[in-house]
């Protein structure tokens, strides 16, 4: 039996704590997605990766990081439900920001230490990697705590919306710096975002959930929930594929158009920029939908919303195995339906978990839906960079769409379950 207290209970959330979250929300993005967007370029230009091991390097670093954010998510989530997100959020960006300010001079630092410079960088990334393992459950546990069944779309959807737009921004503006201000200063700027992150959540977050007093993580709780409710489990599966979606497209393409850049006669800055501008339509295409997912989810459920973007998204990867070349104007429609997708895949799966979890052990439930998650980035980018070298560009996108389209079938058959259930 649990004990809980209910201290939080009298905790008024006020509309600052609401805009602190979204604008959280959007510089973890930028942290994330612009470490991500970053990487291709800086161990071409700076540590001098070859094309022939591009693809093994690229995902390999991902998949170590990923590897580390997962085991992190897991831990800080029940973590979050017996001290508090507001405290592991906070530590969470200061060790990101870390970091963030030493990968830039990896190259630097391995002349100071005698070491390669690709193992400087593979070890700020991973202090990166633990420290946004801490923040990303946070935000979607957060906005949980922060709602209810009838709030929850809107209010967990403000924030996915200003995670898109920080996505947006780094490959719409801050990814057009490097052919000016070169690939350092741009990557500074990851750690500027992180320190903001920690400085606002301290000064301007406050915990509103219900701590959960149990000395141990509620394993048992959560196996049986998964268990008893398919909704939950459906949210999982979805997950399992919506991080990958988002990296997919990030990492694979910006590689693509990269390593592409001597055959289409641009410099590789100029290609990185055109990288930039395709992802940066990706992130706009999701800015832009998810209100009308907010819309589908209250009109028509949660689980035809997952159906329903899974399904956009498998076309749209698939699509993109169709295309040769990077720089041909056709590839901004398959990049934008998945992106259509990926908008409903990103949102959805949680709000669904969120509302088939008990309130004192949500942050578990989140922290294992993250770990989810982060075990298919770790599967599908490792895979991806393997089809990358071996089948060629579109071997990654074309595996994730199907597995897409996998997932669409399994929420199919489960539209006819009957009426959604509405926790608080």
């Known amino acids: 039996m649990q004990v809980y207290s209910h201290d939080a209970a009298h905790t008024v959330v006020e509309p600052y704590h609401l805009n602190t979250l979204y604008l959280l929300s959007a510089l973890c993005l930028i942290l994330m997605t612009l470490s991500l967007g970053t990487q291709p370029l800086y161990l071409r230009s700076e540590l001098g990766i070859s094309a022939a091991r591009a693809g093994a390097i690229n995902a390999n670093i991902m998949v170590v990081g990923e590897t580390l954010e997962l085991i992190v998510a897991g831990l800080v989530g029940y973590l979050s439900d017996r001290l508090g997100r507001k405290r592991i959020m906070v530590q969470g960006f200061l060790l990101a920001a870390v970091g963030a300010s030493v990968a830039p001079f990896s190259?630097?630092?391995?002349?100071?230490?005698?070491?390669?410079?690709?193992?400087?960088?593979?070890?700020?990334r991973m202090l990166m990697a633990v420290g946004i393992g801490a923040v990303w459950p946070q935000l979607w546990a957060i906005g949980g705590d922060y709602s209810d069944h009838g709030s929850r779309a809107r209010l967990m959807g403000n924030s996915a919306f200003m995670m898109a737009l920080g996505k947006t921004l780094v490959y719409a503006v801050l990814m057009q710096?490097?052919?000016?201000?070169?690939?350092v200063l741009t990557m500074l700027l990851v750690a500027v975002a992180a320190f903001a992150g920690a400085k606002l959540a301290?000064?301007?977050?406050?915990?509103?959930?219900?701590?959960?007093?149990?000395p141990s993580v509620p394993w048992g709780r959560i196996r049986r929930l998964l268990a008893d409710n398919p909704r939950l489990r459906l949210s999982f599966a979805a997950g399992f594929l919506a991080r990958s979606d988002m990296v997919i497209t990030a990492l694979f393409l910006m590689l693509w158009c990269v390593y592409f850049a001597e055959r289409a006669g641009v410099t590789r800055e100029a290609a990185a920029a055109h990288g930039g501008m395709l992802i940066g339509l990706a992130g706009l295409v999701v800015m832009v939908s998810i209100p009308l997912w907010k819309i589908a989810i209250e009109r028509f459920g949660r689980v035809a919303a997952i159906a329903a973007s899974v399904a956009l998204s498998g076309v749209g990867f698939v699509m993109i195995g169709f295309v040769a070349n990077p720089f041909e104007s056709f590839i901004m429609?398959?990049?934008?339906?998945?992106?259509?997708?990926?908008?409903?895949?990103?949102?959805?799966?949680?709000?669904?978990?969120?509302?088939?979890?008990?309130?004192?052990?949500r942050g578990s439930v989140l922290g294992a839906f993250a770990v989810v998650g982060g075990v298919g980035q770790v599967f599908f980018i490792?895979?991806?960079?393997?089809?990358?070298?071996?089948?060629g560009p579109a071997g990654p996108f074309v595996f994730i769409g199907l597995a897409n389209l996998i997932v669409t079938a399994y929420a199919v058959s489960m539209m006819d379950l009957g009426a959604e259930v509405r926790p608080s």
């Open 107 to 124: 190259a630097v630092l391995a002349g100071w230490f005698g070491v390669g410079g690709l193992t400087i960088y593979y070890m700020a």
């Open 177 to 183: 710096i490097p052919p000016k201000g070169g690939i």
């Open 202 to 214: 301290e000064s301007r977050m406050i915990d509103a959930g219900v701590k959960l007093q149990q």
């Open 333 to 361: 429609l398959p990049v934008a339906i998945a992106a259509l997708g990926q908008a409903g895949c990103f949102l959805t799966p949680s709000i669904l978990a969120v509302d088939v979890t008990p309130p004192d052990i």
């Open 382 to 391: 490792q895979s991806g960079g393997i089809l990358y070298d071996v089948v």
